[in-house]
């Protein structure tokens, strides 16, 4: 079964943190690359973070460098994304995607680069 599980959203405050998870079945998550996207209500789904199967390469969206880390531990085949200075903006449904082959891709912030997605943790920033 291929599967990827997102968690750890919630409600928190303008300038708090959340630290969310995505954990996958071995066939989703190995020598893959991992994303993770984002979608507001009435807005395209938009890339957030990638990390490569290895670490070694690592891509945000502009919106949250400095501010989101991505990082993976793949003998737990887990994908996590720790978010500081949260920002209303930063509201949105957060997927967890994994990519389609063993190479990191050029396109890493194309939607259509990633074969399987988790259903999505709600991540509410107030002000």
């Known amino acids: 079964q291929v599967q990827l599980v997102e968690s750890g959203g919630g409600l928190v405050q303008a300038g708090g943190s959340l630290r969310l998870s995505c954990a996958a079945s071995?066939?989703?998550?190995?020598?893959?690359?991992m994303a993770w996207f984002r979608q507001a209500p009435g807005k395209e789904r938009e890339f957030v973070a990638a990390?490569?199967?290895?670490?070694?390469?690592?891509d945000y969206a502009d919106s949250v460098r400095g501010r989101f880390t991505i990082s993976r531990d793949n003998a737990k085949n887990t994908v996590y994304l720790q978010m500081s200075n949260l920002k209303p903006e930063d509201t949105a449904v957060y997927f967890c995607a994994a990519g389609r082959g063993t190479y990191y891709s050029g396109s890493y912030w194309q939607r259509g680069e990633y074969g399987y997605w988790g259903p999505g943790t709600q991540v509410t920033v107030s002000s």
């Open positions: 990390i490569s199967w290895s670490g070694g390469r690592i």
């Open positions: 071995r066939r989703a998550f190995s020598s893959r690359t």
